[in-house]
């Protein structure tokens, strides 16, 4: 009988064929799958009837995180909109975005809790806002409300609001004046309450006047703008300045003027 004599160096030569197979076999943790985190500043915002609020947004990724990132506000009543509603992360860095609390002259003043929701893919994140919404000033006022954007994302419909007059008037001016220069007034009509007035615009300087054939009593939907944009990455304000309401006996009363961001 052959007695086979297992020597040290034949226990090593057969054994690391088994640990390499063993090792290979038995991978070690996967690695964590990308994610990202979301925070707001402020976390609380006041604002008026008929104008906006801006709140920054944090996107944190992790782990090599990148993509669209869609916003949502949760739990916000008619009226009151979110603007942009997608976010952009290329890389690693954290992204920080102005967020647009947009609040028509409807919605009822009052305090709403609300939830900024950050949605890619399967991944979901939320973060707290709170919404203080003030009942608009007493005061005559112009209130720019944006009711439409192209397709392509270059012109934005505006309407125009009369606010706090309880009085005969007999015709309006003012200017919409913009913070980027990539921004124009390209049209303006007359609006419900002013459609048998005659009314001229000039886009160079964003002057806007009507003149009515009666008086008109009270307040309501004065003129539409058209605004242009040279691309659709821009963002501005749009203010509405030195308003005049020309009065039954000639008077001119002056307008508070209003504003609304166009992202």
């Not at 979901?124 to 007493?138: H, R």
């Not at 200017?175 to 002013?194: E, I, Q, V, Y």
């Not at 703008?225 to 990455?233: A, D, G, K, Y």
Request: net charge negative.
């Amino acid at each position: 009988m052959v007695k086979f004599r297992w020597n040290r160096r034949f226990q090593v030569l057969f054994l690391l064929p088994l640990l390499v197979l063993s090792l290979t076999a038995c991978p070690g943790n996967p690695p964590p799958a990308p994610d990202f985190t979301i925070s707001l500043n402020p976390t609380s915002l006041t604002v008026q009837q008929g104008s906006s609020g801006t709140t920054t947004l944090t996107i944190t990724p992790l782990n090599g995180f990148t993509g669209t990132v869609n916003l949502e506000l949760v739990g916000a009543p008619s009226g009151v909109t979110l603007s942009p509603t997608s976010v952009n992360v290329t890389g690693p860095d954290p992204v920080l975005q102005d967020l647009t609390v947009n609040v028509a002259a409807s919605v009822a003043p009052g305090t709403y809790n609300l939830q900024v929701r950050a949605t890619s893919g399967s991944l979901t994140k939320t973060a707290g806002l709170s919404l203080t919404v003030t009942a608009a000033s007493t005061e005559a006022r112009l209130v720019p409300e944006v009711t439409g954007v192209s397709s392509n994302g270059l012109r934005f419909t505006v309407k125009v609001f009369l606010e706090g007059v309880s009085t005969d008037w007999g015709g309006f001016e003012f200017r919409a004046t913009f913070d980027n220069p990539g921004f124009r007034l390209s049209n303006a009509t007359t609006g419900d309450l002013t459609a048998a007035c005659i009314l001229d615009f000039d886009s160079n300087s964003g002057r806007v006047a009507a003149i009515c054939p009666s008086d008109i009593n009270g307040s309501g939907h004065i003129a539409t703008l058209t605004i242009e944009r040279q691309s659709p990455s821009q963002a501005t304000t749009l203010s509405l300045v030195d308003g005049l309401l020309t009065l039954s006996d000639f008077s001119e009363l002056p307008l508070a003027p209003g504003s609304v961001r166009l992202e």
